[in-house]
């Protein structure tokens, strides 16, 4: 039997202010078409969530991917308001919250900083993993099977006008598609 794969993308401007996570959308709906798209700015643009009509599509999800920018060094706001409404006691915790138990959970996010900025005594202070522990205990305290993570840095607004830079970051974008459908179906 096939597995349900639900991708959600949690970046608060995907049309007009992305680069990186759209071109990462735009290649994983061609290579995995049979996943469902969730996108957070199109569908919730004031921040109101249909609670139970997400928590059907939650439910009826075997693999849940968040797609996410790092906005200060978490989940952008949209996606984080999304997570407080929908995973509410009594649907993904407490005793009778059972809903989402064995799902896994695989998150694929991009940074501004290049990856070597993140280590311990560098320029942003951390390793990357240290800062997905709320996420890795968030899925964990909704009996989530936490998957990993597919992570790319340096895709920076700041180099959006720079033509060499925007090829290279273009590239790394569809590579980081790739990563994860890879990741998907090994799961
Ligand atoms: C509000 C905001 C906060 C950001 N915070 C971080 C951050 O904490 N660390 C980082 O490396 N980059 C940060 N960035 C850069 C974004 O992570 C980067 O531009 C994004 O991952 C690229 O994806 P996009 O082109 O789809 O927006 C931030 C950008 C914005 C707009």
């Known amino acids: 039997m096939s597995r349900k794969i639900l991708v959600v993308s949690g970046h608060t401007d995907l049309k007009n202010n992305s680069f ?3 071109i990462i959308l735009e290649r ?3 290579i995995m078409p049979e996943a469902e798209y969730l996108y957070l700015d199109s569908e919730y643009p004031d921040f109101k969530f249909d609670v139970e ?3 059907e599509r939650l439910r009826a999800a075997d693999i849940i991917v968040l797609q996410f920018p790092f906005f200060w060094y978490g989940v952008p706001s949209l996606m984080h ?3 407080e409404d929908v995973f509410v006691h009594g649907f993904s915790h407490g005793s009778k919250g059972k809903a989402l138990v064995g799902k896994k959970l695989l998150l694929s996010f991009t940074s501004g900083a290049p990856e070597e900025m993140y280590q311990a005594g560098g320029p942003q202070g951390y390793p990357v ?3 997905i522990i709320p996420l890795k205990q968030f899925a964990k305290a909704c009996s989530m099977e936490f998957a990993g993570y597919i992570y790319s840095g340096g895709l920076s607004y700041a180099s959006r006008h720079d033509d060499e830079k925007l090829k290279q970051m273009r590239e790394k974008a569809l590579l ?3 990563k994860v459908s890879e990741k998907i179906r090994s799961l």
């Open 28 to 30: 994983l709906n061609e």
């Open 176 to 178: 980081h598609a790739e």
């Open 20 to 22: 990186a996570n759209k």
């Open 81 to 83: 308001k999304w997570m």
């Open 129 to 131: 993993d240290d800062f």
């Open 53 to 55: 009509k997400e928590q």
